[in-house]
């Protein structure tokens, strides 16, 4: 047993340099918490500097999947661009946050207004949403109006005759 203590005692010095050598991975805590990503995300979004403000409010929402305020503005870029399930897919989580949010409703029900698609349920979801809306109620009327006139519009085309979503 004497004779391998030197070399249990070499082996540990061996493996412990040899863990010495390899590269340290820390994790780092990110020093802003949602809201502040959400802030900054705003003011880089005011500044016109939609691709610094997109990471900010992914990191929001990254440690909080209950910010609303991010992905409602991830909804809003999306739908600026046109890009209309992304936008979707960003409404529909914000609404999974906050289910009664008029502002959230109100812009899922502009995703289906400029797809053309399910124009009933946008209707029935947004006549749900104004009794709460408060100060939004303006907004809520105007989609609702809007949603009208898509429909009647639709009615009124024969080549889209088809069915009204």
Known sequence: ?????????????????????LRRYETTRDPLSP???????????AQGEKAAAIP??????QQDRKQIGAWIALGNIAYVAHDWKKARTYFNRALKAAPESAAVIN????????EGK???HARRSLEKALPTAGRLTPYLLDTLASIDLKVKHLQESPDKLSRIP
């Open 1 to 21: 047993m004497r004779g391998a203590r030197p070399i249990l005692c070499a082996i540990a010095f061996w493996g412990l340099s040899a863990c010495a050598s």
């Open 56 to 61: 900010q409010y992914e990191a929001a929402v």
């Open 118 to 120: 399910h124009l009933t």
């Open 107 to 114: 812009n899922l029900a502009m995703v289906d207004l400029a």
């Open 35 to 45: 809201a502040e990503h959400v802030a900054l995300g705003n003011a880089y979004l």
